[in-house]
């Protein structure tokens, strides 16, 4: 996705104020909205009709939880973006976001310059967290990693091959860096570094960068 202007994005929250703000606020930042929704249900049912690029999601609505929402939505579409945006920064409720689905998760107390740089962030598939959540996110897939997986699936026949190329970005995925500062690092393209993890999650069958990062960490890329 080239160009902002093309970013279609959803806001969800059942504070009306609240979400008339970020709407109008991403608006004017020249993001496409293309819908609104106030509780989990609505937002299920708009999200299917609008196909959003990003969902900016709350995790406290009615009707039926952001996680839930998040996770059903995902489901059904691998490509949609999910950035939370919530007044929570429980350690729990933001791992279960992660885990349902979510590729970023922001709190409500950051600027309006940190939500529409995180929702452009979130659009080209970098994981944005508000600082400290970053960590605390890769350490829960460290921790998951060292646990014993089911031996059915653990090593496959054939493993998926990459190249040279491929496996360092995955390795630097793995860091933690963004788009950007890989195609520093490797003195290449931002596009040139989507294009290799684009590939790379093909091969892996994996649907984003969470699950693209939990693979590499698995395989102790990160330490490399």
């Given at each position: 996705?080239?160009?902002?202007?093309?970013?279609?994005?959803?806001?969800?929250?059942?504070?009306?104020?609240?979400?008339?703000?970020?709407?109008?606020?991403?608006?004017?930042?020249?993001?496409?909205?293309?819908?609104?929704?106030?509780?989990?249900?609505?937002?299920?049912?708009?999200?299917?009709?609008?196909?959003?690029?990003?969902?900016?999601?709350?995790?406290?609505?009615?009707?039926?939880?952001?996680?839930?929402?998040?996770?059903?939505?995902?489901?059904?579409?691998?490509?949609?973006?999910?950035?939370?945006?919530?007044?929570?920064?429980?350690?729990?409720?933001?791992?279960?976001?992660?885990?349902?689905?979510?590729?970023?998760?922001?709190?409500?107390?950051?600027?309006?310059?940190?939500?529409?740089?995180?929702?452009?962030?979130?659009?080209?598939?970098?994981?944005?967290?508000?600082?400290?959540?970053?960590?605390?996110?890769?350490?829960?897939?460290?921790?998951?990693?060292?646990?014993?997986?089911?031996?059915?699936?653990?090593?496959?026949?054939?493993?998926?091959?990459?190249?040279?190329?491929?496996?360092?970005?995955?390795?630097?995925?793995?860091?933690?860096?963004?788009?950007?500062?890989?195609?520093?690092?490797?003195?290449?393209?931002?596009?040139?570094?989507?294009?290799?993890?684009?590939?790379?999650?093909?091969?892996?069958?994996?649907?984003?960068?969470?699950?693209?990062?939990?693979?590499?960490?698995?395989r102790g890329l990160d330490?490399?």
């Amino acid at each position: 996705m080239s160009e902002q202007q093309q970013i279609k994005v959803m806001v969800v929250d059942d504070h009306p104020m609240w979400r008339d703000a970020v709407a109008r606020d991403l608006a004017e930042h020249g993001f496409d909205v293309v819908a609104t929704a106030g509780d989990g249900e609505q937002a299920v049912r708009r999200a299917r009709a609008a196909a959003p690029d990003v969902l900016v999601l709350d995790l406290n609505l009615p009707a039926k939880p952001g996680v839930q929402v998040c996770k059903e939505l995902v489901g059904a579409d691998p490509a949609l973006r999910v950035l939370v945006l919530s007044a929570s920064g429980e350690h729990a409720d933001v791992l279960e976001a992660v885990k349902s689905g979510a590729t970023g998760y922001l709190l409500k107390s950051a600027s309006t310059e940190e939500l529409i740089d995180a929702v452009r962030r979130t659009a080209v598939g970098d994981p944005v967290f508000t600082p400290g959540l970053a960590g605390l996110v890769l350490g829960e897939y460290r921790r998951l990693a060292s646990e014993p997986a089911p031996a059915e699936g653990r090593d496959e026949p054939k493993a998926p091959q990459l190249t040279e190329r491929e496996t360092e970005v995955l390795r630097l995925v793995a860091k933690g860096l963004s788009y950007k500062q890989i195609a520093e690092r490797l003195v290449i393209s931002h596009r040139t570094v989507q294009n290799h993890v684009q590939n790379t999650l093909g091969k892996l069958q994996l649907h984003n960068r969470v699950e693209l990062v939990r693979y590499a960490i698995e395989r102790g890329l990160d330490d490399a």
